[in-house]
């Protein structure tokens, strides 16, 4: 039995997240159905992450089993030729037996995009949060590191969430401008529900004024989702990169 490693992207706009749900269209029913159909069997998928609704993933890590004689390459054109166009295998390895895509990594990387012109581009309504006030990504860059750390993050967390352990360590946070395109990108050991979108909607508020210059450590230390930015909206998030 191999224990093979997949490395996907995805284009989250029309699924309900990963996570399989009873009356709502997955990515991870999806990818199911495309496993079933080349290896004969509704395999079990074991993910690296749950994602949102409209949730995006430029690397998404998941494994199956199988005792198939086929290649790495087979695997990988065998699944796109059954998957949808949103839905693309890029990788495949066989790892050993106890390598699970959770519970394996060692760290995740999230990227947010904003769109920072002052008209809607409708190319990137899927794909960004428009957002058409003036913006410094410099001084937000300096602000996010406040970040960096490991701190109870239970102000940054979905009221949804039922996880006890509300601490995390962020390894690295960082805010750049390219053009009309903002882009916050942020590593940690582990993320709270809705915890990235937490942190880009409390930096607009940053961005704002209504968190001064220095508030964010207090902000983050006292815990309180009330002092927090609001959700910022999922399709400007992307889970970049897995880390193992």
Known sequence: MKNLLLTIQYDG?????????????TVQEVFQNAVE????SRLDVKGCSRTDTGVHANMYCLTIQTDMNISDEGVILALNSNLPDDISVIACQQVDDDFHPRYSCT??????????????????????????????????????????GTYDYSGFCSSKSDVE???????????WRD????????????????????MVGTLLFVSEGKIKE????????????????KTAPPQGLYLNKINY
């Open 179 to 198: 053009g009309d395109m903002v882009y916050f990108r942020v590593e940690a050991d582990g993320f709270l529900y809705n915890m990235v979108r937490i």
């Open 107 to 148: 760290s995740k990387e999230y990227v947010y995009k904003l769109y920072n012109g002052k008209i809607r581009n409708p190319f990137y309504s899927k794909y960004a949060l428009h957002y058409r006030y003036s913006m410094d990504a410099d001084y937000l860059n300096k602000e996010c590191k406040a970040f960096i």
């Open 214 to 229: 220095g508030e964010l450590i207090d902000v983050i230390k006292s815990k309180n989702r009330k002092r927090a930015g």
């Open 37 to 40: 159909k080349v290896f004969h």
């Open 13 to 25: 706009s029309k699924y309900h997240g990963w996570q399989v749900q009873k009356n709502a269209l």
């Open 165 to 175: 352990d509300t601490v995390r360590t962020v390894k690295a946070f960082d805010v």
